[in-house]
């Protein structure tokens, strides 16, 4: 499918750096791909380092701090070199843009460095639309859907209006408010895995109120969410597609939805 962007894109051609993150290098390359179109169809050069790995979050919410600045600094030497930083993921992003600073606080050789890399650091939706000026997609997906704001990207990065505008310009599309969409997931990582009742009971409320938004596809902007979400439906048994909005806005939607169809 043939894809253009519109709008008053920038007319320079910045060099980002592609954070693929590791869930959608292990479980859904599809976004990275979409991620990657998008991108190059809004002027930038884009590159995605091999080296790169993990963005260590899950050593960090564990509180293992030694690690966590171990992994930062690989990442860090290797994405310093773009322009940009960006990631399909507000939970990344956000671990590269708000949390590395603070590994490094009061050490002479990387705080200024970490400092001046989270300043470059974005979710994908958020570059497009606030950095390169994106307003419209030129793509069509004939669905009605709902999205979900993950936490990171809501409430550390400030993406919301985002997405739903550039939503607003997919012909064929319709969507749908969820009720609490700002409402957690459940998944957050690690903690899906310390407090499994917990995190059960959150993502059975917001499963709830995803079918009753009547949508028949599910977007958000994290995999990890995306994922949590859609094993709750399935378990279910809501026939329902689930899907990263960077597939949708790239008009990507030929490969089967996250955990194929019910």
């Not at 959608?24 to 050069?45: H, I, M, Q, T, Y």
């Not at 700002?182 to 310390?194: L, R, S």
């Not at 009971?201 to 994922?227: F, P, Q, R």
Request: proline share 4%; net charge negative.
């Amino acid at each position: 499918m043939n894809m253009e962007l519109r709008g008053e894109v920038r007319a320079d051609t910045p060099s980002v750096g592609l954070f693929v993150t590791c869930l959608v290098d292990l479980f859904r390359p599809s976004v990275g791909f979409a991620a990657l179109k998008l991108l190059e169809n809004a002027g930038c050069a884009v590159s995605v380092p091999a080296s790169q790995t993990c963005c260590g979050q899950p050593a960090y919410n564990s509180g293992d701090r030694a690690d966590s600045r171990a992994i930062a600094m690989q990442v860090i030497a290797a994405f310093e070199v773009f322009d940009y930083v960006v990631a399909p993921s507000g939970s990344c992003a956000s671990m590269l843009k708000k949390h590395y600073p603070g590994l490094f606080a009061g050490d002479p050789a990387w705080e200024a460095r970490s400092a001046a890399f989270a300043t470059k650091v974005f979710e994908l939706v958020s570059f497009l639309a606030d950095v390169r000026g994106l307003t419209a997609v030129d793509a069509r997906v004939d669905a009605t859907v709902t999205y979900h704001d993950s936490c990171s990207g809501l409430r550390e990065l400030g993406v919301h209006d985002q997405p739903r505008a550039l939503l607003a310009s997919v012909e064929g599309l319709a969507l749908m408010e969820l009720r609490d969409a700002d409402v957690c997931c459940g998944f957050g990582g690690t903690f899906c895995v310390k407090y499994p009742d917990i995190s059960n009971a959150i993502v059975t409320k917001k499963s709830v109120a995803i079918e009753e938004s009547g949508a028949d596809m599910l977007l958000a902007g994290d995999l990890g969410c995306l994922m949590n979400m859609d094993g709750k439906l399935k378990r279910r048994g809501v026939a329902m597609e689930v899907r990263h909005v960077a597939e949708v806005l790239a008009g990507m939607t030929d490969t089967p939805p996250i955990g194929g169809k019910l």
